[in-house]
């Protein structure tokens, strides 16, 4: 099993910045990718940003790319998302997650590819 925890969650106002953390503990040897997803109220959950763990690809949906970026400490075991420049629309849950099996590239910001997930932190962008 693997057990994910999200901190770094708040409100901010519009143009601002807020970095996620995902501390992972438990069998983390047996993830091969990790990502970011979030779920609005009333909305399907979708992908944010995945990465290979053993340093690999990094995967963005167009929504965030060039506004956030995925990282990881392996050190630390713990996924990082950095969101800039951020917009109401990027309010939601946000949840980590990660997968022990293969995942084509093509399947790497579904939610349905991954077995573990934490329990989301809360993003609030105000206008």
């Known amino acids: 099993q693997v057990q994910l925890v999200e901190s770094g969650g708040g409100s901010v106002q519009a143009g601002g910045s807020l970095r996620l953390s995902c501390a992972a503990s438990?069998?983390?040897?047996?993830?091969?990718?990790m990502g970011w997803f979030r779920q609005a109220p009333g909305k399907e959950r979708e992908g944010v940003a995945a990465?290979?763990?053993?340093?690999?690809?990094?995967y963005y949906a167009g929504s965030v790319k060039g506004r956030f970026t995925i990282s990881q400490d392996n050190a630390k075991n713990t996924l990082y998302l950095q969101m800039n420049s951020l917009k109401p629309e990027d309010t939601a849950m946000y949840y980590c997650?990660?997968?022990?099996?293969?995942?084509?590239?093509?399947?790497?910001?579904?939610?349905?590819?991954?077995?573990?997930w934490g329990q989301g932190t809360q993003v609030t962008v105000s206008s």
């Open positions: 997650a990660a997968s022990r099996g293969w995942i084509a590239d093509w399947a790497m910001l579904r939610p349905g590819s991954y077995n573990y």
């Open positions: 438990g069998y983390t040897y047996s993830t091969n990718y």
């Open positions: 990465l290979v763990t053993g340093g690999g690809s990094t």
